[in-house]
């Protein structure tokens, strides 16, 4: 079943909004005070150029390597397969992270600390697994459902927290100084990743061309109606508390409403991790097989969907595991998807015809250049899986070349094997 403008609307929102409203107005305001509006505002008008570019390109380039394939169009493919590792093997750094956001709401809700978190993302991954395992007509339907609820819920809890704000709480506006304000547009990276995750799923649409940039642009009115909202009415409602509030959804219900509303907002930000992780695992299922299908991953592994989407699932729960801090993994993710914009936007400029598009894509592409370099140091990572990606098709060529030389034994033997296998399959 294809997707139709609301079912990609959804995919779209749920990959952009995600984790990073439950969490990003508390991190944000942490280390720019109420000067982190403007942050909030810069990245919501970056999301305009940079969401057209990529509605353009997979309007006009419709496959499911998405960003991957525009490089590809672009540069040639160790460009692309350098592109596509960095964004394929984010996902299952990211889908940890993303879960711990929501983790630690249900922990305030029933205790329980990171044996809670951990659970948490289990079944949340569980979840998004079995949806698409059983193909995109289940992930579009229910991710619509999702953000139908998940937008109404938000747009109440602006509602009734909004008549307690003070608008005393924008002072001492920038506590730490204008500099704060690039700290965080780093921290709020995160929150915004998500542009291009839904690249991958333009050949699953009716009409890539019509309904892409139908879909993309109202996404980008209510992702950026909904981050903004939200933002301002923590920093007006919360005020300075809000720096340290693990759970500002929570706070802001509680004033607005006031009972017992933990529960409601820990429902809340598992079902935005679920849309968010949903989005991203669905794109990178097909990623992953595009990429084997284009020689940079080994087939037997990635080429299919489902055995893409298999080893996501096998490498989040290794992640877990791993000895790293939320913040320096959000990073990490970050750094990766702002190299995977910046490539991708430069790709843009070579394949978009001269036009408002290609004009967009300009304003887009210096745009994620100012964003790289605020990320800093955890960037280095994505060089460091661009490299991996280039040295893996360096070994494939030299195995290929070696293969083909001629021998004794394959002399005089060069008819095709009628049992040999397709070089790779793509559900």
């Not at 999301?47 to 496959?63: C, E, I, K, Q, V």
């Not at 499911?64 to 590809?72: F, I, L, N």
């Not at 598009?357 to 887009?364: E, I, L, Q, T």
């Given at each position: 079943?294809?997707?139709?403008?609301?079912?990609?609307?959804?995919?779209?929102?749920?990959?952009?909004?995600?984790?990073?409203?439950?969490?990003?107005?508390?991190?944000?305001?942490?280390?720019?005070?109420?000067?982190?509006?403007?942050?909030?505002?810069?990245?919501?008008?970056?999301?305009?150029?940079l969401?057209?570019?990529?509605?353009?390109?997979?309007?006009?380039?419709?496959?499911?390597?998405?960003?991957?394939?525009?490089?590809?169009?672009?540069?040639?493919?160790?460009?692309?397969?350098a592109?596509g590792?960095?964004?394929?093997?984010?996902?299952?750094?990211?889908?940890?992270?993303?879960?711990?956001?929501?983790?630690?709401?249900?922990?305030?809700?029933?205790?329980?600390?990171?044996?809670?978190?951990?659970?948490?993302?289990?079944?949340?991954?569980?979840?998004?697994?079995?949806m698409?395992?059983?193909?995109?007509?289940?992930?579009?339907?229910?991710?619509?459902?999702?953000?139908?609820?998940?937008?109404?819920?938000?747009?109440?809890?602006?509602a009734?927290?909004?008549?307690?704000?003070?608008?005393?709480?924008?002072?001492?506006?920038?506590?730490?100084g204008?500099?704060?304000?690039?700290?965080?547009?780093?921290?709020?990276?995160?929150?915004?990743?998500?542009?291009?995750?839904?690249?991958?799923?333009?050949p699953?649409?009716?009409?890539?061309?019509?309904?892409?940039?139908?879909?993309?642009?109202?996404?980008?009115?209510?992702?950026?109606?909904?981050?903004?909202?939200?933002?301002?009415?923590?920093?007006?409602?919360?005020?300075?508390?809000?720096?340290?509030?693990?759970?500002?959804?929570?706070?802001?219900?509680?004033i607005?409403?006031g009972?017992?509303?933990?529960a409601?907002?820990?429902?809340?930000?598992?079902?935005?991790?679920?849309?968010?992780?949903n989005?991203?695992?669905?794109?990178?299922?097909?990623?992953?097989?595009?990429?084997?299908?284009?020689?940079?991953?080994?087939?037997?592994?990635?080429?299919?969907?489902?055995?893409?989407?298999?080893f996501?699932?096998?490498?989040?729960?290794?992640?877990?595991?791993?000895?790293?801090?939320?913040?320096?993994?959000?990073?990490?993710?970050?750094?990766?998807?702002?190299?995977?914009?910046?490539?991708?936007?430069?790709?843009?400029?070579?394949?978009?015809?001269?036009?408002?598009?290609?004009?967009?894509?300009?304003?887009?592409?210096?745009?994620?250049?100012?964003?790289?370099?605020?990320?800093?140091?955890p960037?280095?990572?994505?060089?460091?899986?661009?490299?991996?990606?280039?040295?893996?098709?360096?070994?494939?060529?030299?195995?290929?070349?070696?293969?083909?030389?001629?021998?004794?034994?394959?002399?005089?033997?060069?008819?095709p094997?009628?049992?040999?296998?397709?070089?790779?399959?793509?559900?």
């Amino acid at each position: 079943m294809k997707l139709n403008v609301a079912q990609g609307t959804a995919l779209s929102v749920g990959a952009v909004l995600g984790t990073g409203v439950i969490s990003m107005p508390a991190l944000a305001a942490g280390v720019a005070g109420p000067s982190s509006l403007v942050a909030w505002a810069a990245l919501i008008l970056l999301s305009a150029p940079l969401a057209w570019t990529f509605a353009a390109l997979g309007a006009r380039h419709p496959d499911a390597g998405g960003v991957s394939t525009y490089v590809r169009l672009a540069f040639g493919p160790r460009a692309a397969a350098a592109v596509g590792w960095c964004f394929y093997f984010a996902v299952p750094l990211g889908a940890p992270a993303a879960a711990a956001f929501a983790g630690n709401y249900v922990a305030d809700v029933v205790g329980g600390g990171r044996r809670t978190v951990i659970v948490t993302f289990l079944g949340i991954v569980g979840l998004v697994y079995v949806m698409n395992w059983f193909g995109l007509r289940i992930s579009g339907r229910v991710q619509l459902w999702l953000t139908g609820v998940l937008a109404t819920l938000l747009l109440v809890t602006v509602a009734t927290a909004l008549p307690h704000a003070r608008w005393a709480n924008l002072q001492p506006f920038a506590p730490h100084g204008w500099a704060g304000i690039g700290a965080a547009a780093a921290v709020l990276v995160w929150g915004f990743a998500g542009w291009e995750a839904v690249s991958s799923l333009s050949p699953d649409y009716r009409d890539p061309r019509r309904d892409v940039p139908r879909a993309t642009a109202i996404a980008v009115a209510i992702v950026g109606v909904l981050y903004l909202a939200v933002a301002a009415t923590s920093v007006l409602v919360l005020g300075p508390s809000l720096g340290s509030s693990a759970a500002p959804l929570a706070d802001l219900l509680a004033i607005g409403v006031g009972g017992p509303v933990r529960a409601a907002t820990a429902v809340v930000a598992v079902l935005l991790t679920i849309g968010a992780v949903n989005a991203y695992m669905a794109g990178a299922s097909r990623l992953g097989a595009a990429l084997a299908r284009d020689g940079a991953l080994p087939v037997k592994v990635f080429g299919t969907q489902r055995g893409s989407l298999t080893f996501v699932l096998v490498a989040s729960l290794g992640a877990v595991a791993l000895p790293v801090a939320l913040k320096t993994s959000m990073l990490l993710v970050t750094g990766c998807f702002t190299l995977v914009y910046v490539l991708g936007t430069a790709a843009a400029l070579r394949l978009l015809p001269p036009g408002r598009s290609r004009a967009w894509a300009g304003v887009a592409f210096v745009a994620v250049l100012g964003l790289l370099l605020l990320t800093g140091p955890p960037a280095l990572l994505s060089l460091v899986v661009a490299a991996g990606a280039v040295v893996y098709q360096a070994w494939r060529a030299r195995r290929s070349a070696k293969m083909a030389m001629p021998s004794s034994i394959s002399v005089g033997s060069t008819a095709p094997n009628p049992k040999t296998k397709p070089a790779c399959e793509v559900a």
